[in-house]
């Protein structure tokens, strides 16, 4: 039930015991009597007519409140019982006032009204100015303390509404950003995985066709019939990557036999496609996760990739140790170097410094006319 049919219950209650007390109090006279019965029937009349539309319309609530206080303080004038109007009119006042201060005024104004009408009634004299002046001390006191403190919670709690709603609404914002945050990252891993996979095998089946093309066009069948050997498995290479990726599985480099071995085929592999002789140093490594030979695997066939782009060197080496520090997996080749200051344009450097991001790792990268190091290192903690 709404607040209006709540006090328009309360007000025919109370206007109803009201009535009763006013038939049944035989020590008035019939002029008192009927002056607080028509001072009743105002207070009852005010409420349905100005009280139900007061709560929409802050004109409406100050006019219903004027008459609150002179109907209440008029029915005391006449009965002093009707006095017990009071304890509806007062949570009236504070219900429908727009401000604090308006409920504090209406309620005052209350006050003086029925004591007014206490001593219209009573007289001036010394008992009576005393009885007054404790009724009606008392009966606004309470009011104000418990009106206040019904403001204070009322305030809290639309604090508290306020501030759910906020968090519910960041809550919502931080979901938003958690997805798209969610999917950058999945579309940047699936970037860094095309890009060291299928990408590179892609690179090397352009190479080998070249060289198997340059070796018909010189009258070479043996030679291109080894060379389209070599173009079909590294085609076949590129179909697993693809599918692995597809599926989320590990790389299929990636064998039971552990990284060393994964290391070996991916030197062979490289040395067959681009007479680049390709050795590896990863011998008696220590057990480690599954992610991290991800990591170590992609970060050389990153490095031999650019060495094949753009070292021109003739030797590479990779080489695996394991100290107290980490795991540190380097590319190193005899090729022309280059400057390591300068901007980077392509993203094979920049996709392995983001991969080892992940596992807390760093790259390092020296060159000079003699050669290239790449070096990648990731701390001991997450390697098993």
């Not at 579309?187 to 070796?215: C, M, P, Y």
């Not at 080892?356 to 020296?366: E, I, K, S, T």
Request: proline share 2%.
């Amino acid at each position: 039930m709404g607040f209006v049919r709540w006090m328009s219950i309360a007000v025919i209650a109370t206007s109803a015991v009201m009535a009763v007390l006013i038939v049944g109090s035989g020590g008035y006279g019939s002029g008192s009597r009927l002056g607080a019965a028509v001072a009743l029937a105002a207070f009852a009349l005010a409420w349905f007519t100005l009280g139900v539309r007061a709560r929409d319309n802050s004109t409406i609530a100050a006019v219903y409140v004027g008459v609150l206080v002179v109907t209440v303080g008029a029915a005391v004038a006449f009965m002093p019982v009707m006095a017990t109007l009071q304890s509806l009119a007062y949570p009236l006042v504070w219900v429908l006032a727009e401000r604090t201060r308006n409920a504090i005024i209406g309620n005052v104004a209350l006050a003086l009204s029925v004591g007014i009408g206490f001593l219209i009634t009573m007289g001036l004299s010394a008992n009576a100015l005393l009885y007054t002046t404790t009724i009606v001390t008392l009966s606004l006191l309470f009011s104000l303390a418990l009106g206040l403190w019904i403001t204070q919670i009322s305030t809290l709690s639309d604090q508290r509404h306020d501030l759910v709603l906020e968090l519910q609404s960041t809550r919502d914002e931080l979901a938003a950003i958690s997805r798209d945050a969610g999917v950058s990252s999945e579309r940047e891993r699936l970037a860094r995985e095309i890009h060291d996979t299928i990408a590179q095998d892609l690179t090397g089946l352009v190479l080998v066709a070249q060289r198997a093309r340059r070796e018909l066009d010189n009258n070479h069948p043996a030679a291109a019939a080894e060379q389209l050997e070599l173009i079909e498995d590294s085609a076949r290479a590129a179909l697993a990557e693809a599918r692995a990726l597809v599926t989320a599985s590990a790389p299929v480099g990636l064998t039971g036999d552990g990284i060393s071995s994964a290391l070996h085929r991916l030197a062979e592999r490289y040395t067959r496609e681009t007479q680049l002789t390709v050795t590896v140093d990863a011998e008696q490594l220590p057990a480690i996760e599954r992610e991290t030979e991800v990591v170590v695997l992609r970060c050389a066939q990153e490095a031999l990739a650019n060495v094949r782009k753009h070292a021109s060197a003739t030797r590479a080496t990779i080489s695996v140790s394991v100290d107290d520090t980490g795991l540190t997996v380097s590319v190193a080749d005899d090729g022309v170097g280059f400057d390591p200051t300068t901007a980077r344009t392509g993203f094979g450097l920049e996709g392995m410094s983001e991969r080892l991001a992940l596992v807390n790792g760093r790259l390092d990268v020296d060159s000079s006319g003699a050669g290239t190091t790449v070096r990648a290192t990731i701390p001991k903690e997450v390697l098993a």
